[in-house]
């Protein structure tokens, strides 16, 4: 992997994908291209359950990097900005957890970025925003879509269209971030709830979190019987037969993802 963007790989199935392009973690070729390389090597991963994403330095993510976007042709950007939208649904599209955990600015396609994980935990002094209207483009990696579906098209228009940076607070308020710490726990915080996430049976967690995420896009009665199928996948697995196993002997289970 790059310098840019490393994985920690623990034995408990914590991974920690750390952005490290400093200042600001800007979104350009290298860095777009690493992310999406790491992301193929943790869906190829069968031993990763659940990923930590953060910054090696003081901000989560910037967004696009203006500096080389202005050397850009129009025809390059317009291939760029879906390989961009690519690396970041890659991440979307893992199959254990993601947890973005946001530090400093998450602007631009950095938002983006932590959108696209399953929970958002945020550093209280962090900012977070949807900017591209006030540089007369719109968000392209998928802010437009997945911003309404966590919070709803009225406060995501009021993101995308006014174009602000958010507080954690606000950010909290309107449903973007699901818990703020402080900036020194950050860090310890999102590996603390990727250590309770990879206990559980990994099998059961990536099943329940296909179920959710397909879920939502279909009629109730559909739902239930897709869960019913998502449900039954668990059933004559080692790892539930543990489960029992370990509640009768009142021992921690020791799942393994068979």
Known sequence: MSGTVRIESRPDGVRI??????????????????????AAELARDAGARCVVLRSAGKHFCGGADLKERQ???LDEVAEFVPRLAGSILAIAELRMPTIAAVRGAAAGGGCELALACDIRIVSSDAT????????????????????????????????????????????????VADRVVSPGSLD????????????????????AKGAIERGMDLPLDHALEMEWECYRETLGTEDRAEALAAFAAKRPPRFTGR
């Not at 911003?147 to 308020?173: D, N």
């Not at 310890?188 to 099943?207: T, Y």
Request: aromatic share 2%; no cysteine; hydrophobic share 50%.
């Open 188 to 207: 310890d915080e999102a590996v603390e709830l990727a250590e309770a996430i990879a206990a559980n049976g990994p099998l059961a967690v990536r099943l």
């Open 128 to 175: 977070l925003g949807l900017r591209e209207t006030a540089l007369a483009i719109i968000p392209g990696a998928g802010g437009t879509q997945r911003l309404p579906r966590l919070i709803g098209p009225s406060r995501a228009k009021l993101w995308i269209l006014a174009a602000q940076m958010h507080t954690a607070e606000q950010a909290l308020a309107d449903g």
């Open 17 to 38: 994908l750390s952005l490290d392009r400093p200042p600001v973690n800007a979104l350009g070729r290298e860095l777009v291209e690493d992310l999406g390389r790491a």
């Open 71 to 73: 050397g850009m042709s």
